[in-house]
């Protein structure tokens, strides 16, 4: 069954340094997103982007973090000066095209395992 | 905003006990779903619910989605040790394509052997 892949599972940096981390959607999927989950609090939503650019952003995403799919397979959050508030499990999902699937499958993100990123 | 609550925040009971979890709004969503965290790892989907009373049963997990679709709720009979986890509710967020997620804080599942 195809999935997402997230690497690394666990990144561990020192603040003000940059991080990337890397996802690898569901290879005939369109949609993208970051969410994080910071220790005991709620999945947040961070971005979403298609088409090559970011279609919605939350408060949550600042000029520190930026995404890209460089190379059409992988989907990056790169979050440039990295704060001890970072510190979180960082999720990418994906999601089919609409026209693919009728409602509510296209409704449906599929999540990767997360990164834990800690922030010393 | 759209929030969702869930209730109770965290369970213990033992093995072989039924239990209910509930996920509740006062906004309306299109859908909810419901997904299973377990320690270290992503949310994985359980299922979707979209129509007001919708009843949808996986095994012995029983699924069910409010009348004003509002409100859902989830039941497991005969509760086993791999039930344990965090059950979280989500819905797409109303208004535009994107579709972006909002989720519950979840429900801490244990169920003791």
């Known amino acids: 069954e195809p999935e997402v892949t997230q690497t690394p599972s666990h990144q561990v940096t020192q603040m003000g340094q940059e991080v990337i981390l890397r996802c690898v959607p569901i290879?005939?999927?369109?949609?993208f997103y970051w969410y994080r989950q910071i220790l005991g609090q709620k999945v947040e939503f961070l971005v979403s982007f298609y088409n090559n650019e970011i279609s919605e952003k939350s408060e949550i995403f600042d000029d520190q973090f930026s995404v890209e799919r460089p190379d059409g397979s992988n989907f990056t959050l790169k979050i440039r000066s990295t704060k001890l508030e970072d510190s979180a499990m960082y999720f990418c999902a994906s999601r089919p095209r609409s026209d693919s699937y009728a409602f509510p499958l296209k409704n449906i993100q599929y999540f990767g395992a997360g990164t834990r990123l800690s922030v010393l | 905003t759209q929030l969702l609550e869930q209730s109770p925040q965290f369970l213990s009971i033992q093995e072989g006990e039924n239990l209910t979890v509930y996920c509740n709004s006062s906004s309306v969503f299109s859908s909810l779903q419901w997904y299973r965290q377990e320690p270290g790892e992503g949310p994985v989907l359980l299922v979707t619910v979209v129509t007001g009373g919708e009843v949808k049963k996986l095994k012995r997990l029983t699924f069910q989605f409010g009348d004003a679709r509002k409100d859902s709720s989830l039941h497991i009979t005969a509760a086993q040790p791999g039930d344990t986890g965090l059950y979280l509710c989500?819905?797409?967020?109303?208004?535009?394509?994107?579709?972006?997620?909002?989720f519950g804080k979840g429900t801490l599942l244990t169920v003791n052997p």
């Open positions: 290879s005939n999927h369109l949609y």
């Open positions: 989500a819905g797409p967020h109303m208004g535009g394509s994107n579709y972006k997620l909002t």
